[in-house]
């Protein structure tokens, strides 16, 4: 498997999808990006990468696309933003967790968070799978 590969993967699983040209534009720019940078991808710096100013529902979809099981090129990750300025990391299952019951506690002290929708700011890091495969050209 290659970034080529996962990018043939895109153009063929969804032909004639607009979003997925967002997609392989977020490919391309992940590829040029080192290890560090890989870490955290904002929606502001995946925007910005695709010469996009807004959310809209073709970047939602091209998101949709790279988080999919199929092509799997990035993970979605959370952080709860306190109000006192501190964030704390919420796993995929925390979060889903949450999302069901509509209770999410604090990671840490275990405290109910009202409102925690409103919290998190939302990022993504790349998969394992994307990183396997830039190491194979």
């Known amino acids: 498997m290659s970034v080529e590969n996962l990018k043939r993967e895109v153009a063929t699983g969804w032909p ?13 720019f992940m590829g040029e990006l080192d290890d560090q940078e890989l870490r955290m991808l904002t929606i502001p710096k995946l925007l910005d990468a ?10 939602l ?4 696309i790279l988080v999919s099981s199929t ?6 990750k ?23 019951s ?9 405290a109910l968070i009202e ?6 700011i939302p990022y993504f890091e790349v998969s394992t ?6 190491a194979h050209g």
Do not use: N
């Open 78 to 100: 959370a952080f709860l933003c306190e109000e006192e300025g501190f964030e704390v990391h919420v796993d995929a299952l925390e979060l889903a967790t949450a999302r069901k």
């Open 115 to 120: 409102d925690f929708e409103s919290k998190l």
């Open 71 to 76: 092509v799997h090129a990035l993970d979605a």
């Open 61 to 64: 979809a091209a998101l949709a």
């Open 16 to 28: 004639d999808v607009p979003a997925a040209t967002l997609a392989l534009g977020v490919i391309e």
């Open 102 to 110: 509509g209770l999410l506690e604090h990671p840490e002290t275990g």
């Open 50 to 59: 695709v010469g996009r100013k807004e959310i809209d529902q073709e970047f």
């Open 129 to 134: 799978r994307f990183l396997e495969a830039r």
